[in-house]
């Protein structure tokens, strides 16, 4: 499989997206994250996600993006995109515009190192997640 989900630490998921892979890949990825964070419902999860070597959005993602925002659980928080293309940071720029309150969750790094020192400082400011 091209995509990886796994703790990174107590509460980071890393999530990384090595092209190609297919919508059934991506969708099982998305199951097991959801799973992984559901499991720590008194932690606030991050994400960091790399993205390199995305250099398109394929079609319907917009859609399948607000079904998943759907099934988010309560306690998943910020998301890290690492080495993101100039496509996904303008998608990410859509999204930002027609959900804002997600759009707030979102971050760019350059590499994985400072991605991580980005969402630690994130999580470290935010309050304890409450039920």
Known sequence: MSIEVNWLESRILLYRLVPPFTWEELNQSLSQAITMVKAVPEKEVGTLLEVRGIISIPHGSLQRGSQV???????????????????????????????????????????????????????????????
């Open 69 to 131: 925002l759907n099934l988010k659980p309560p306690n998943a928080g910020p998301v890290v995109l690492v080495q993101a293309h100039p496509v996904i940071k303008a998608f990410c720029g859509m999204v930002k515009m027609l959900h804002p309150p997600i759009g707030k969750l979102i971050y760019f790094a350059d590499d994985r190192a400072s991605g991580l020192l980005l969402l630690r400082r994130v999580l470290k400011t935010k309050r304890p997640v409450q039920e």
